[in-house]
């Protein structure tokens, strides 16, 4: 009986995220065709201007939207749920045309010449909750995470993009993270483009411990063995996307990303006795993009 109360409400919260999923994209299909025409608003100069940056007066161009995927409960586990994803990225108006891979952290390339950017980076990570799932009984709480820090972008040449990005984590981890990825990108048909590339992430033991590691107290009121895990290469992986741009201001996508978790994370007991090493995440998703100007 248990087994289907568990399963009915797991149900019932992905009923609930697909509805408010669903009800987010219509609200952003609300938004009038014309706005991305023409320039949406016009922001004042700054105060201010940062040393060694180019000049943030001019057209920039936003991306927004919203995305639904299938993943992991939680880093090591072997079951999955669904969430809701936000997509935001700002660029210079004009630049090459922006794609955006489903791992990329929220980001504002505040430098954009040519074939590079570079700027700062977000990222946010869930909190993890020990009564939710079975298999943290006794591990405790991991509070949400908030991480910041940078990006760097590059195309060697026009259909691959090397991109990496380091951040500082706050609140549930305060360990540093880096992020590097290339993608190749191919058009398909006309509008109708797939890409596909490796993964491959670094973490500190300050981001890596308080996921993986258990601790005197832990062990006793979990039955795990203590465990102290240590940072270093966390996980490699492949992923691939097929985006298809609606038109200028509107792009579809789905895609799949794997990642097989490597070091101190792989040989948790949490992951090796009920978790899994192999992380599979489904998504898909809708963006919308409009200009607007910096005096």
């Known amino acids: 009986m248990k087994h289907f109360d568990d399963a009915a409400l797991r149900l019932t919260v992905n009923v609930r995220l697909t509805t408010t999923l669903l009800a987010a994209l219509g609200a952003i299909m609300a938004i009038p065709q014309s706005a991305s025409a023409q320039t949406a608003f016009t922001?004042?100069?700054?105060?201010?201007?940062?040393?060694?940056?180019?000049?943030?007066?001019g057209n920039w161009t936003v991306m927004v939207g919203?995305?639904?995927?299938?993943?992991?409960?939680?880093?090591g586990s072997k079951n999955g749920k669904l969430m809701p994803i936000p997509i935001f990225s700002i660029r210079r108006a004009g630049s090459i045309d922006q794609f955006r891979g489903p791992r990329d952290s929220a980001s504002i390339a505040l430098l954009d010449v040519g074939n590079?950017?570079?700027?700062?980076?977000?990222?946010y990570v869930t909190s993890r909750k020990a009564d939710k799932y079975a298999e943290l009984t006794g591990l405790g709480d991991v509070k949400a995470a908030y991480e910041l820090g940078g990006f760097v972008e590059y195309?060697?040449?026009?259909?691959?993009?090397?991109?990496?990005?380091?951040?500082?984590?706050?609140?549930?981890?305060?360990?540093?993270v880096a992020d590097i990825?290339?993608?190749?990108?191919?058009?398909?048909?006309?509008?109708?483009t797939i890409s596909a590339g490796p993964r491959f992430t670094w973490k500190?033991?300050?981001?890596?411990?308080?996921?993986?590691?258990?601790?005197?107290?832990?062990?006793?009121?979990?039955?795990?063995?203590?465990?102290?895990?240590?940072?270093?290469?966390?996980?490699?992986?492949?992923?691939?996307?097929?985006?298809?741009?609606?038109?200028?201001?509107?792009?579809?996508?789905?895609?799949?990303?794997?990642?097989?978790?490597l070091g101190d994370a792989a040989d948790s007991p949490l992951v090796k006795l009920r978790g899994s090493s192999n992380q599979t995440t489904v998504g898909i998703g809708a963006s919308y993009?409009?200009?607007f100007r910096i005096r």
């Open 66 to 75: 919203i995305g639904g995927e299938y993943t992991p409960d939680f880093v």
């Open 43 to 57: 922001l004042p100069a700054p105060p201010f201007e940062l040393p060694m940056l180019p000049s943030p007066s």
């Open 181 to 192: 990825s290339a993608d190749v990108i191919v058009p398909l048909i006309q509008r109708l």
């Open 116 to 123: 590079f950017r570079a700027g700062p980076a977000f990222k």
């Open 289 to 291: 993009s409009f200009d």
């Open 155 to 176: 195309y060697p040449v026009d259909w691959l993009r090397l991109r990496s990005e380091l951040r500082q984590g706050m609140g549930g981890h305060t360990g540093t």
């Open 204 to 261: 500190s033991t300050n981001a890596t411990a308080p996921y993986f590691g258990v601790d005197a107290a832990q062990a006793l009121a979990s039955g795990l063995p203590t465990y102290n895990a240590k940072g270093g290469a966390h996980s490699v992986g492949f992923g691939s996307q097929v985006s298809y741009r609606i038109n200028p201001q509107w792009e579809v996508h789905a895609y799949v990303e794997y990642e097989k978790l």
